[in-house]
Nanobody, 120 residues
Framework: QVQLVESGGGLVQVGGSLRLSCAAS????????MGWYRQAPGKQRELVAT???????NYADSVKGRFTISRDNAKNTVFLQMNSLKPEDTAVYYC??????????????WGQGTQVTVSS
C-alpha cells in the first residue's frame, strides 16, 4: 500500500505565499508522476500542476507564473510553492501520485487533502 501525506496548508492574506508538501511512502517501485489538484466548495476537482519523473511540468492557466511545482525524487516528495495568492485559490488541495508498485502494476493514489484559504 502507498500513502500520501500532505502538509503546509493554512490561512493567508491576498498576495501572500504558502508552500505545500506531499510525501509518498509504502511499497513503491517508482513514481511516474506527481501533482496537485484542488477542489473549491461547489466545484469539481481541477488540476493545478503536475511533474513527471524527468522534471517536465504542467500548470493550469490560472496559476501559471504564480505557482511552482518541484520534486525530490530521492524522498518521493512533491512541493507546490504558491505565490501571489488570490481569493479564488481558496480550496482543498490534493496531492496525487501515479505509482508503479514492486509487482509491476501502476496505480493512482490521492492524499487526504489540505485546506488553503486566502482571505481578502
Amino acid at each position: 500500500q502507498v500513502q500520501l501525506v500532505e502538509s503546509g496548508g493554512g490561512l493567508v492574506q491576498v498576495g501572500g505565499s504558502l508552500r505545500l508538501s506531499c510525501a509518498a511512502s509504502g511499497s513503491i517501485f517508482s513514481i511516474n508522476a506527481m501533482g496537485w489538484y484542488r477542489q473549491a466548495p461547489g466545484k469539481q476537482r481541477e488540476l493545478v500542476a503536475t511533474i513527471i519523473s524527468r522534471g517536465t511540468t504542467n500548470y493550469a492557466d490560472s496559476v501559471k507564473g504564480r505557482f511552482t511545482i518541484s520534486r525530490d525524487n530521492a524522498k518521493n516528495t512533491v512541493f507546490l510553492q504558491m505565490n501571489s495568492l488570490k481569493p479564488e485559490d481558496t480550496a482543498v488541495y490534493y496531492c496525487n501520485a501515479i505509482v508503479t508498485l514492486p509487482v509491476g502494476s501502476t496505480r493512482n493514489y490521492w492524499g487526504q487533502g489540505t485546506q488553503v484559504t486566502v482571505s481578502s
